[in-house]
């Protein structure tokens, strides 16, 4: 995605890049096509099933009592300023990093509270983690707890997939809607 690549290099520095809030990657992550399972129970990959021209992912878990819940109402109020044809051009995918509770089932009910447009995604830990290494992020479930419980790691920023399978730009965890929005209608024209 050349004019998107130019873009975002040019917004590096100069006049254009307060219009950008996000982080640009350059170079932008190439993203694993392992396949994960998505709420129906069929593979998904953020690779081979995402052919809009933008797709937004967020790596987190249902039981996160803090950021992910910030980072999901954060990604549902953003899809609220679109139209339909801007919707129509855009994916927004959450990927759990606890697969062990967050089965099809509780994943479906998770995202759906937010937006039903969103794509949830579990699976085998190792294939999260390897989805999660492509975009630098770190996904660990830890020892566990004296209570029985166990800890969970997860990303805290929201990455832009384009039509090529690269991340060329990410969102830390407290961007807002507006912001948010700006960004993606910026690479939507671009794309």
């Known amino acids: 995605m050349v004019p998107l690549l130019a873009l975002l290099a040019a917004c590096g520095g100069g006049a254009q890049s307060a219009e950008l809030t996000g982080t640009v990657l350059d170079p932008p992550f190439e993203v694993s096509g392992t396949p994960l399972v998505d709420t129906d129970g069929e593979a998904f990959s953020l690779v081979d099933d995402t052919d809009k021209d933008l797709t937004l992912v967020f790596f987190g878990y249902t039981n996160c009592p803090d950021i992910c819940g910030q980072v999901m109402a954060t990604l549902a109020g953003t899809l609220t300023r679109f139209d339909e044809e801007q ?50 992020v770190g996904i660990d479930k830890g020892d566990k707890l004296p209570s029985g419980g166990y800890d969970v790691t997860h990303g805290t920023r929201v990455y832009a997939v384009d039509a090529d399978d690269e991340s060329p730009m990410m969102w830390d965890h407290d961007v807002s809607q507006a912001q948010l929005a700006g960004d993606v209608l910026t690479l939507l024209d671009e794309g």
């Open 87 to 136: 919707k129509e051009r855009l994916d927004v995918v959450f990927v759990t990093t606890d697969p062990a509770r967050d089965d099809e089932a509780v994943t479906e009910d998770y995202v759906s509270a937010f937006d039903p447009s969103i794509i949830g995604l579990t699976g085998d830990l190792d294939d999260i983690v390897e989805v999660g290494e492509s975009l630098a």
